[in-house]
């Protein structure tokens, strides 16, 4: 059964960090691409950043589905603890939101079909 679980949420002032982490179970995720998603309260889910799984050996494309980010968050990979993170810096109140891994076997556009059961992210201003 495939699985994600996300970890590292938390309560941060602003202009703090946290790193998320979303750990593959039953799967390996570099055969996968997986993106980060975000739900603030009342507010539809968006993708925020994706990676793209490893293609003949080589690493994965990142695709920044929110621009507005980029200079702040930052994916990254370590598939031999079959795990990607969601490195976010400088974080504002704006980025409070429950936090969403999700594996894709196709690229970072397409349909993602395993979720993981997110994490909460508090920034305090």
């Known amino acids: 059964q495939m699985q994600l679980v996300e970890s590292g949420g938390g309560l941060v002032q602003t202009g703090g960090s946290l790193r998320l982490s979303c750990a593959g179970n039953g799967f390996t995720l570099d055969d996968y691409a997986v993106g980060w998603f975000r739900q603030a309260p009342g507010k539809e889910r968006e993708g925020v950043v994706c990676?793209?799984?490893?293609?003949?050996?080589?690493?994965?494309?990142?695709?920044y589905y929110d621009r507005s980010v980029k200079d702040r968050f930052t994916i990254s990979s370590d598939y031999g603890k079959n795990t990607v993170y969601l490195q976010m810096d400088s974080l504002k109140p704006e980025d409070t939101a429950v936090y969403y891994c999700a594996a894709d076997q196709g690229s970072c556009i397409g349909e993602f079909y395993t979720w993981g059961q997110g994490t909460q992210v508090t920034v305090s201003s």
């Open positions: 990676v793209s799984g490893v293609v003949r050996g080589e690493e994965g494309s990142i695709y």
